[in-house]
């Protein structure tokens, strides 16, 4: 089974509000992805777990937060909601056994839309 | 500054044509180049890939040719199908755990 799930698939939330994000994967994984993607960009890489290890990316440092409480889950936080954040959130999980294929498997993704 | 560009934005064939997808790119220490395909509704998922010592992979009706002097490969769907109706996304990396995406191809294919 390589499937990795989201929930929810669609979240509404009020500007200010904070807005919570899970991810879980059951491949035993060892890297966890979240990437946000807007119309017409690039999906961006948000930040990413190594085992425990959480590595955010340097533009988006302050404005995200994460956890991984196991290895088969990983969430996605936002303290406090603006309207930029209104995107779908991807997340993906990778295997530290790359073999010939070296794959991020990717969940179907969480639309969010901030008003 | 964008690292990965993708050409065209979107694409329209007839079923049976061939289509041609580009992706040049900037960062020279990129050694490993996915195609992900990502239908409306779910996330990509990884179609073809191809290391940078290759300048060619073929699997199936999908080619990866690679370029690696002028930073440039392109994905080749031969004999496209309606089912191939999707978004394609170049996605190149170099030994770190980073994918570095472009923008995408938006591709029909007509019957």
């Known amino acids: 089974d390589t499937t990795v799930k989201q929930n929810p698939r669609y979240k509404l939330a009020r500007v200010g509000k904070p807005v919570n994000l899970i991810c879980s994967q059951t491949?035993?994984?060892?890297?966890m992805y979240w990437y946000q993607k807007k119309p017409n960009q690039a999906p961006k890489l948000l930040l990413f777990?190594?085992?425990?290890?959480?590595?955010r990316e340097a533009d988006t440092f302050e404005k995200f937060q994460s956890s991984r409480p196991n290895n088969s889950f990983c969430s996605l936080y936002i303290g406090s909601a603006g309207l930029e954040y209104s995107a779908m959130y991807l997340c993906?999980?990778?295997?530290?056994?790359?073999?010939?294929?070296?794959?991020?498997?990717f969940g179907p993704g969480t639309r969010l839309l901030v008003l | 500054q964008q690292q990965v560009r993708q050409s065209p934005q979107s694409l329209t064939v007839w079923e049976g044509e061939t289509a041609i997808l580009n992706c040049s790119y900037e960062?020279?220490?990129?050694?490993?180049f996915p195609w992900y395909q990502q239908f409306p509704g779910e996330g990509p998922a990884l179609l073809i890939s191809i290391r940078s010592v290759s300048d060619k992979k073929e699997d199936g009706r999908f080619t990866i040719f690679f370029n690696k002097r002028e930073k440039k490969l392109s994905l080749h769907i031969t004999d496209s199908q309606p089912g191939d109706s999707a978004t394609y996304f170049c996605a190149p990396r170099n030994m770190g755990y980073k994918l570095t995406f472009g923008t995408g191809t938006s591709l029909l294919v007509d019957p």
């Open positions: 960062d020279s220490t990129f050694n490993y």
């Open positions: 491949m035993n994984h060892d890297t």
């Open positions: 993906a999980s990778r295997s530290r056994d790359w073999g010939d294929q070296d794959t991020q498997y």
């Open positions: 777990y190594y085992d425990k290890i959480l590595n």
